[in-house]
């Protein structure tokens, strides 16, 4: 399988305050690369996703806004890619959200939801947070809210899918956005 992991962490409730993204890049069935960054909303940040991922407004001080990052990673976002996220409804919102926040066209791509994969290949879990997804497929995740260790655990569900399923069984999961 060929496909991105995406995972997005936010400095509010505002689905345009993308204040850190990891891409996990994966080329025939292994892990080939991955990008992370902090990003710089230009909004306040909320105590709680403080609390959750640990990111402060300080930590972004520096760090490039979105529009700098969308130039490096707009390549992965094309209708012939395949990106993926746990619950990618948020990822997905927080990708076209900020786009639109800066202006720019949000592109056409297939997604996949390795949350909705999860809930019909592996029942019988008590829910499908990444964390129990990943501790039922004996799949680490060191950091849980790092986009970085998210992303990463993201990729290794949907390799675990493909090696224990078929095709026809995870196809029905892909959708074009856009």
């Not at 990003?39 to 990111?55: A, V």
């Not at 760090?63 to 992965?76: G, N, T």
């Not at 919102?93 to 290949?121: C, F, G």
């Not at 997804?133 to 790092?146: E, F, Q, R, S, W």
Request: aromatic share 10%; proline share 5%; with cysteine.
């Amino acid at each position: 399988m060929n496909f991105i992991a995406m995972d997005f962490e936010t400095a509010s409730g505002k689905r345009y305050s993308a204040c850190s993204l990891a891409l996990t890049i994966v080329r025939d069935n292994q892990i080939a690369d991955e990008f992370y960054t902090l990003i710089n909303p230009h909004t306040k940040f909320f105590w709680r996703n403080t609390q959750i991922h640990g990111i402060h407004e300080q930590d972004v001080q520096n760090a490039p806004d979105f529009p700098e990052v969308w130039d490096h990673i707009k390549q992965f976002y094309t209708p012939d890619k395949l990106v993926i996220a746990h619950n990618n409804r948020f990822d997905n919102n927080v990708l076209k959200n900020t786009l639109e926040h800066y202006q720019i066209e949000p592109p056409a791509y297939q997604t996949l939801d390795t949350l909705a994969s999860s809930r019909q290949l592996i029942p019988g879990l008590t829910n499908y947070k990444l964390n129990t997804v990943c501790d039922a497929l004996n799949i680490n995740l060191h950091h849980h809210h790092n986009a970085l260790d998210d992303a990463q655990a993201c990729a290794n569900i949907l390799l675990y899918q493909s090696q224990h399923f078929t095709p026809q069984q995870i196809q029905p999961f892909i959708k074009l956005i856009g």
